[in-house]
């Protein structure tokens, strides 16, 4: 994500590398990279020209102090000015109202109906709200099949009537379907076309008008870039939508939909679509999403993951083996299963500082642990709980069991030893005091 415009901004920023101070010339040679940058990022173009403006504006206008360099301040303020351009705070769903009507529009292909899963899913899950969906695409085949396959995934009901092909009456039906049965959110699918129609518009306006929605939801495939806010602001002209929601982020997007959005159209983004898995939905932080564009990193998302998976009285247990010395395969296994839960591993790399831009030519899979899941299921249950007792048989077998060589099997075996003894040495205070004081030491710079 983004990963084409974070190398285009280094290439931008290495004017400023080595300057004493920042000059009218520097500063104009870098704003002339950047505005580059952003236009191959399919940024709009009025967008980049008064983006690239503001930053300079402000940068000229700054001291350099002495413990920072012209190129940490430009940082610094294109990181605030990104941040305002792509909404400035986060900009939540208004639930207030029970029951919160949503209207979910868009193109075909967009993912309007996979975004309506993953909606429902993260509200009856993390809001404790009781959702319905509403199958109001009548046009696409197995549009209505879709959503009910998506309904039964997150466990929640779904109001369809494949005998009408009347979408308005559908969704007022819907309606009062979500409020006899006291469904506290009520989420209508709609049809999409593959180009704006004037029968479109004229079709998603009237379930507007007759819905009367609390919340209207404009989902936009991220990777059409600047197509998609011209999209943006043909719905937006009709329908006066109250957020944007930007799917597949996890494919190779330019960014200029996220980075052109909100200035167009002067509306939020507030969802964006990270994978297919139907927990692959974040909401938008504008000032995370400005530190993963110039490879900062997004520290506090990966934690938020991280505690997504995390279940106390399990980390209790495993606590109390490490200690004992007892982790096993089937507790590394365990923890495997929790990391892959947490998205896809480019994805995760990239909100650690520094780690996107070091491995950026690192092919990642998102099976890049299967060669490790094979090895461990190679393993007989007592293999799995007693490490120590795999001898050079038992490797040879777990290799030709699992398709592996040797030599892999060893070296996890190796790395499984040397990471079960420091999570041991760690997990006792002493000992780990102990580890740091014998840690060589900087020269000039004490512990």
């Known amino acids: 994500m983004f990963s084409n415009l974070q190398d285009k901004l280094d290439r931008a920023f290495k004017v400023l590398k080595g300057q004493g101070n920042i000059t009218e010339i520097n500063v104009a040679e870098t704003m002339k990279e950047i505005r580059k940058a952003l236009l191959d990022a399919d940024v709009n173009y009025k967008t980049a020209k008064t983006f690239t403006d503001d930053v300079k504006q402000k940068a000229l206008g700054e001291n350099v102090l002495s413990s920072i360099s012209p190129g940490q301040l430009l940082t610094k303020i294109m990181n605030d000015e990104l941040t305002n351009l792509m909404g400035g705070s986060v900009t939540e769903l208004d639930l207030v109202k ?11 292909g967009a993912g309007k109906t996979t975004f309506t899963g993953k909606l429902a899913s993260f509200l009856k899950d993390k809001k404790g709200k009781k959702p319905l969906l509403v199958a109001g695409d009548v046009y696409r085949p197995a549009a209505i099949d879709q959503l009910e396959v998506l309904a039964e995934q997150v466990g929640v009901p779904v109001y369809t009537d494949r005998n009408s092909t009347d979408p308005i009456a559908i969704a007022k039906a819907g309606v009062e379907e979500g409020k006899k ?7 209508i699918d709609t049809a999409g076309r593959l180009a704006i129609d004037e029968a479109l518009m004229t079709e998603i306006t009237a379930v507007k008008d007759a819905t009367q929605p609390n919340e209207i939801l404009f989902v936009v495939d991220a990777m059409t870039g600047q197509d998609a806010v011209n999209t943006a602001k043909t719905f937006n002209d009709r329908l006066d939508f ?4 930007l799917t597949k982020l996890d494919g190779d997007t330019r960014g200029g939909a996220a980075l052109s959005i909100k200035s167009v159209v002067n509306k939020p983004i507030k969802f964006i679509g990270t994978g ?7 909401v938008f932080y504008p000032d995370r999403m400005a530190s993963r564009i110039l490879g900062m990193g997004d520290v506090v998302s990966l934690v938020e993951r991280a505690q997504q998976q995390f279940d106390e009285k399990q980390a209790a247990e495993l606590q109390k083996k490490i200690r004992k010395n007892k982790f096993d395969f089937n507790d590394f296994r365990s923890q495997i299963q929790q990391i892959k839960k947490m998205g896809n591993m480019k994805d995760l790399i990239g909100m650690i500082p520094g780690a996107g831009k070091a491995l950026k030519d690192v092919e990642i899979e ?8 094979a090895i461990i299921d190679s393993m007989t249950p007592f293999e799995r709980e007693n490490p120590d007792a795999i001898d050079q048989k038992r490797r040879m077998r777990i290799a030709k069991g699992s398709g592996t060589d040797i030599n892999e099997v060893n070296k996890l075996l190796k790395q499984f030893m040397d990471m079960r003894k420091v999570m041991k040495q760690m997990s006792n205070p002493a000992m780990a005091a102990k580890m740091m004081r014998n840690m060589p030491k900087m020269p000039g710079k004490p512990f």
């Open 98 to 108: 029970n029951p919160t009507v949503i209207l979910i529009a868009g193109l075909n």
């Open 181 to 187: 049965n006291g469904n506290n959110v009520i989420i």
């Open 242 to 245: 109250t957020g944007v929601v």
């Open 276 to 282: 297919e898995k139907m927990d692959a939905l974040d």
């Open 366 to 373: 998102d099976d890049a642990f299967k060669p490790i899941e």
